[in-house]
Nanobody
Framework: QVHLLESGGDLARAGGSLNLSCVAS????????MAWYRQTPGNQRELVAG?????TPKYAESAKGRFTISRHGATVFLRMDTLKPEDTAVYYC?????????????????WGQGIRVTVSA
């Protein structure tokens, strides 16, 4: 199995910054695309930023110019600057790739447990 552990969520003021981290562990063969999503009550989970295994990032329009995604080894980071109250959400880490299952190599698409980010006005 593959597990993702997020950290760094907190309370911040509008205009401030936060850094989120997510580390993957388990019987990982490949750690391909990694991403951050967020969800607010009553809404679907939405992509915030993603990054390929080669380091190519992509961002939601709401994140462009303010957030930076990066990765190092089995960890993906999300640097959030110029925070806005509408960034308040539970942030989830996502990863996909191949792991060693009981039957041999298997594909995985795994989510972290989520971490709360609250931005006050």
């Amino acid at each position: 199995q593959v597990h993702l552990l997020e950290s760094g969520g907190d309370l911040a003021r509008a205009g401030g910054s936060l850094n989120l981290s997510c580390v993957a562990s388990g019987t990982i063969v490949t750690l391909d695309a990694m991403a951050w999503y967020r969800q607010t009550p009553g809404n679907q989970r939405e992509l915030v930023a993603g990054i390929t295994s080669s380091g190519t990032p992509k961002y939601a329009e709401s994140a462009k110019g303010r957030f930076t995604i990066s990765r190092h080894g089995a960890t993906v980071f999300l640097r959030m600057d110029t925070l806005k109250p509408e960034d308040t959400a539970v942030y989830y880490c996502n990863a996909e790739g191949i792991f060693v299952g009981l039957q041999g190599p298997e594909n995985y698409n795994t989510w972290g447990q989520g971490i709360r980010v609250t931005v006050s006005a």
